[in-house]
């Protein structure tokens, strides 16, 4: 395969994979980030590696669907709060974040009352005193109070883009006094929701419950900081660990020539990482409910194992349906907001988070371009099969690997682009390969399709080789077939019914050399040529072509009673074989080209084939036949030169296969075998005598007489002193 093409384009896809890592262009840079995204959801969302442990500082007091069938519809009254409170003061919790807002006050049930009966006129003395004295016992927010006064206690406040201030604004945990402390990024509100100061002022701090998703509604990060007036305030969660460690807050910043840069925030002696606005990634540990919940109607039923809340941090939300806490995020399309409060919380205390620092784009730049180079000049030289394979391993690896590393370091790598390029990468080189064996099929089916049975062009597409594209020497075996007397039959039937015989013989012909692994050469007349070991190298390539010139022989005897039918006089077809070094290859002119052998071992074929009529035998083969095969009977027929050739050569009659052999032609081979010997030795009267027992028992087999007529030749004239049993064929062309 020409491996210049995906080359190119794995490099032109490789520069745009680097850009879109780079581009500032805004629809771009959003589409991206969109995908980026989605791949960070699937990879939370698989699960492989999420971040457990055995226990957690943090719980949910859940005020679940399952509390209000019980306690009643939401808003409770402060004193049923105050009173869950209370239980977990007795049940030792270190500290309660409340994940709602109390900006109104709670109204006095019995000071209600005795309004509304005045405005009516229906008070009397009696009647006003007696709702005067228990309105104290009414006062819930008093109890509420009182009761988050003896527990660490975060209240719940929201920020707004609106210039409202709604309740009491807890004083500031840091304010940002330089100028470049100001041009910090921080997300900055203009206005906040608080809580009535009876109850802020009891409470230990207040933290903002604010939830922000990201462009597309999901929800990955949240802020833990927010600027309100110069000026920031905590989240929820950040205040709460803080009362927890009762340790302070303070910014972690690097100054970048006359920029700051926020990197994180300090909480004791854990660094919380976030990104210049002071978000903080959440490091899901799971799917919703992965924390420990707690019914609140059950911790007010007292129904708890005791001792399971002590020392805990106790968020108190809502699972509830219908009241608009059930958030969109990374790992579930449904999750507690109140669990996300709590998942930030055992982050920072856990020492557990998910970061972004800035130079992993450039990190993710060098990667892509490594992998690129790298798999660039890896996939052209893979099969289909190994492409289709890291087809579906690339993403599987890239999460397993991104997962792994997210999960041991909390970095965040984003892989949409340089896995997508490496899929991409992999599909074009899959194309390509399919589209240029097409074209390669083509190709060779157009050069070998006529020569070669289908599942050698098959077996050439998935081998390497130029296939005679250019011409080379091989040791191969050439095969001659010829129907004898072809021209005398030819003489007296019309041309149709000539070529009606010439397709009957050529087409079962064809069949057997492909059957064994032959290769057509050529048809010329009434004559067929093949070749074994090319195109494709065949060692077994002598065994291969006398098996073909056997079963040859075996379907002509089976096609003479059929032509007879046809009246076509009997048919005898003779074949020569030879072994050697040939030249093959597509050669000819650029008018018309040939996939062929020659050479002088090509020749001697040639020549042999005709020697089957003289000696009147089907198959005629070489000395370089004969020694290669024990599998095969042979007779030795002559020492021969032929025209062309000066040296001699040892021919042999190709008889049967070994195990076919019967005995009775056994013991004729080996007696003419002895007849030769004698023969080759110029004992005339001895080898006369053996030669002509085989010709008075086998008086049609030619060759006898042949040898008959030789020794009687020789005792009348003998041959010089240095006769090398030498028979020459002057005439064989």
């Not at 002022?201 to 939830?211: E, L, Q, Y």
């Not at 070489?622 to 095969?629: G, K, N, P, R, V």
Request: net charge neutral; with cysteine.
């Amino acid at each position: 395969m020409n491996k210049r093409i995906p080359f190119i384009l794995g490099l032109i896809l490789l520069v745009t994979a680097i850009w879109l890592q780079v581009t500032s262009i805004k629809p771009i840079e959003h589409i991206i980030d969109r995908l980026e995204n989605l791949v960070y959801d699937m990879q939370l969302r698989t699960d492989l590696f999420v971040y457990k442990k055995i226990d957690t500082p943090a719980v949910i007091i859940d005020i679940d669907d399952k509390s209000l069938k019980k306690e009643g519809r939401w808003p409770w009254s402060r004193a049923k709060l105050a009173t869950l409170i209370g239980y977990l003061q007795k049940e030792g919790v270190a500290v309660v974040a409340l994940d709602i807002i109390f900006p109104e006050k709670e109204t006095n049930i019995a000071t209600t009352v005795l309004q509304q009966l005045s405005k009516e006129k229906l008070t009397n003395t009696t009647t006003e005193f007696a709702l005067k004295k228990i309105a104290p016992y009414f006062e819930n927010d008093k109890k509420f109070a009182n009761s988050i006064a003896y527990i660490d206690t975060v209240l719940g406040m929201s920020f707004l883009p609106q210039t409202i201030i709604h309740g009491t604004l807890v004083p500031a945990t840091l304010e940002l006094t330089s100028a470049k402390e100001k041009q910090l990024g921080f997300i900055n509100a203009s206005g906040v929701i608080g809580n009535i100061a009876l109850l802020q002022s009891a409470a230990k701090g207040a933290g903002f419950i604010n939830i922000f998703p990201d462009e597309d509604g999901v929800i990955r990060r949240v802020p833990i900081l927010i600027r309100y007036q110069d000026q920031l305030y905590p989240s929820l969660a950040l205040e709460a660990v803080r009362l927890y460690l009762l340790s302070n807050i303070s910014l972690v910043t690097e100054e970048y020539g006359d920029q700051m840069r926020l990197e994180g925030v300090k909480l004791a002696d854990r660094f919380i990482p976030t990104d210049e606005k002071g978000r903080m990634i959440i490091p899901f540990r799971g799917k919703s409910f992965t924390f420990p919940y707690y019914s609140a109607t059950d911790i007010l039923n007292k129904k708890i194992p005791p001792g399971v809340l002590t020392g805990k941090i106790a968020f108190i939300g809502t699972s509830a349906t219908g009241f608009g806490e059930l958030k969109p995020t990374a790992v579930e399309n449904v999750f507690p907001g109140v669990e996300i409060q709590a998942t930030i919380a055992d982050s920072i205390l856990a020492n557990h988070f998910y970061y972004r620092p800035a130079w992993t784009l450039g990190a993710e730049i060098v990667a892509t371009f490594l992998l690129g180079i790298t798999f660039i000049f890896v996939f052209p030289y893979l099969g289909p099969r190994a492409l289709a394979f890291f087809i579906i391993l690339i993403p599987i690896l890239f999460i397993f690997a991104n997962n792994w590393l997210r999960e041991k370091t909390g970095l965040i790598i984003y892989i949409f682009i340089p896995m997508t390029f490496m899929i991409v990468l992999a599909i074009i080189n899959l194309i390509y390969g399919h589209l240029f064996e097409v074209r390669k099929r083509q190709q060779l089916k157009e050069m070998f399709g006529q020569y070669v049975p289908e599942k050698h062009i098959d077996t050439m597409l998935t081998s390497k080789g130029n296939y005679g594209l250019y011409g080379e020497d091989r040791e191969m075996t050439v095969l001659f077939a010829d129907i004898r007397n072809f021209t005398t039959l030819a003489e007296y039937l019309p041309a149709a019914q000539v070529k009606e015989l010439l397709s009957d013989f050529f087409t079962p012909m064809t069949e057997i050399i492909f059957k064994h692994r032959g290769t057509i050469d050529k048809y010329v007349g009434d004559m067929v040529m093949a070749f074994w070991g090319a195109p494709l190298i065949d060692n077994q390539h002598t065994q291969h072509a006398i098996s073909a010139a056997l079963d040859m022989q075996n379907k002509v005897e089976k096609l003479k009673p059929i032509f007879a039918k046809k009246g076509w006089t009997d048919m005898k077809v003779g074949i020569g074989l030879n072994s050697g070094i040939m030249s093959v290859g597509d050669m000819g002119s650029k008018f018309r080209r040939s996939y062929t052998v020659i050479g002088d071992a090509v020749n001697l074929a040639s020549r042999v084939e005709n020697l089957t009529k003289y000696y009147n035998v089907n198959i005629v083969a070489t000395h370089s036949i004969e020694a290669q095969q024990k599998m095969f009977v042979f007779r030795k027929l002559d020492r021969v030169t032929v025209k062309g050739k000066k040296t001699g050569t040892e021919i042999y009659e190709v008889v049967c296969k070994t195990e076919e052999l019967a005995p009775e032609k056994r013991d004729e081979i080996a007696l003419h075998h002895s007849a030769l010997e004698l023969y080759f030795n110029q004992e005339w009267e001895k080898s006369q005598a053996v030669f002509t027992e085989l010709h008075q028992a086998h008086p049609h087999v030619k060759l006898y007489s042949l040898y008959l007529h030789r020794i009687a030749d020789f005792l009348q004239t003998p041959p010089s002193s240095n006769w090398d049993g030498i028979y020459v064929h002057a005439y064989v062309s």
